[in-house]
Each structure stands twice: as C-alpha cells, then as structure tokens.
C-alpha cells in the first residue's frame, strides 16, 4: 500500500512538472509572439512615417521640373542655347530619324 501511495505521489510530480514545462514552454511562444508583432507594428510605422511620407523638398523640386520640361526657356544667352518642351523635343527627334 506504501509502495502504491509512493507512485501516485510520483505521477502526480510527473504531471506537475510536464504542466510547468508545458506552460512554459506555450509562455515562450507568446513572448515571441508578441515581440514579432511589435517589431512588426515598428516597421509598419517607420514605413508611414519616414519611407512613404513625401520631404517637402521634393513637391517643389517636381514644380520645377515640369515647368523646365513644357516651357520654353534661356540655358545660355551668350551660347544661344534654348529649352523647348520636351514634347516638341521628342516630336522632332523623331521626324529627323525617320528622313
């Protein structure tokens, strides 16, 4: 009957201890979890914030280059070299390859 007593007493410890490493174990799983999905959200955020998010350089730099590029213009007066649009720029390249 001792011997009996003394073996519950070691199934019951058995079972204890394989629900501690079980819990530790589910326990490190949503740790690791959870730290993922942070440094996901991090990414996520320095995506928004630095990467997609336009420098306000670049609006005016735009402006600039699209009135170069459909304007008419002076590059060097003393040279006698002008800017067309590129349009009519392409548009005459294009005739002078097909003659």
Avoid: C, W
């Amino acid at each position: 009957m001792i011997k009996n007593i003394e073996s519950n007493h070691g199934l019951a410890l058995t079972k204890i201890i394989f629900l501690a490493v079980a819990g530790l174990v589910v326990l490190a799983v949503v740790i690791a979890f959870g730290k993922s999905l942070s440094v996901l959200a991090h990414e996520r955020e320095y995506r928004r914030d630095i990467l997609e998010a336009p420098a306000p350089y670049l609006e005016e730099l735009r402006d600039r280059e699209t009135k170069i590029l459909t304007s008419y213009g002076v590059v060097d007066s003393a040279a006698q070299r002008y800017h067309i649009p590129i349009d009519l720029a392409m548009e005459q390249l294009a005739a002078r390859a097909t003659q």
